[in-house]
């Protein structure tokens, strides 16, 4: 028989369990999601090249490969910890060359007596076909640069695209506007 001690005794646990999950996720990492159209040509004279889709930026060319560059807006303005990880790219590439997929994500200094020295950057690349998360993380110096501007850019093969892209923060970021 089921007594109120016994409830009691399972609910009580429950609830604090469930509270201290709610205050550990309330300090997780700031995503930002961001659709791959943000991109645009990285050279104007290959601006013919792209289509700015709903679904990505898309390689409209079936011989020649492109650059884009993509945004990356941080919020981050006083802290130290910056990067949070992992920058997750989400890409598409049709196997119609032998041209690999290749993005980079860069964290340059404004501080050094040269401006735009990169701190940290890292890049992947892949030659395979159809859908692939390519992944960015940059360490180091390079990482915790909060103010410094930051900037991903891809090269995309011929009938390829770039979908989307997710960038984070460690926290706190938006308490320090």
Same mark, same amino acid.
């Given at each position: 028989?089921?007594?109120q001690t016994k409830i009691r005794f399972f609910?009580?646990?429950?609830?604090?369990?469930?509270?201290?999950?709610?205050?550990?996720?309330?300090?997780?990492?700031?995503?930002?999601?961001?659709?791959?159209?943000?991109?645009?040509?990285?050279?104007?004279?290959?601006?013919?090249?792209?289509?700015?889709?709903?679904?990505?930026?898309?390689?409209?060319?079936?011989?020649?490969?492109?650059?884009?560059?993509?945004?990356?807006?941080?919020?981050?303005?006083?802290?130290?910890? #910056?990067?949070?990880?992992?920058?997750?790219?989400?890409?598409?590439?049709?196997?119609?060359?032998?041209?690999?997929?290749?993005?980079?994500?860069?964290?340059?200094?404004?501080?050094?007596?040269?401006?735009?020295?990169?701190?940290?950057?890292?890049?992947?690349?892949?030659? #395979?076909? #159809?859908?692939?998360?390519?992944?960015?993380?940059?360490?180091?110096?390079?990482?915790?640069?909060?103010? #410094?501007?930051?900037?991903?850019?891809?090269?995309?093969?011929?009938?390829?695209?770039?979908?989307?892209?997710?960038?984070?923060?460690?926290?706190?970021?938006?308490?320090?506007?």
């Amino acid at each position: 028989m089921i007594t109120q001690t016994k409830i009691r005794f399972f609910i009580i646990p429950m609830v604090l369990i469930g509270i201290l999950l709610m205050i550990s996720t309330a300090q997780a990492y700031d995503y930002k999601t961001y659709p791959g159209m943000t991109c645009k040509p990285y050279f104007a004279n290959t601006s013919s090249r792209i289509d700015n889709r709903l679904d990505g930026v898309y390689n409209n060319s079936a011989t020649a490969a492109t650059w884009v560059a993509c945004p990356v807006i941080r919020d981050d303005k006083t802290g130290t910890n #910056g990067f949070g990880g992992t920058t997750w790219v989400r890409v598409y590439r049709d196997g119609i060359s032998r041209t690999a997929m290749t993005c980079y994500l860069r964290q340059q200094d404004v501080l050094d007596s040269t401006p735009g020295t990169v701190l940290g950057s890292d890049s992947e690349s892949w030659t #395979g076909t #159809g859908w692939r998360w390519l992944s960015l993380n940059i360490t180091g110096a390079g990482r915790s640069q909060n103010w #410094g501007p930051a900037v991903m850019y891809c090269y995309v093969p011929p009938r390829s695209k770039v979908y989307s892209y997710t960038v984070y923060e460690e926290t706190p970021t938006d308490s320090n506007n």
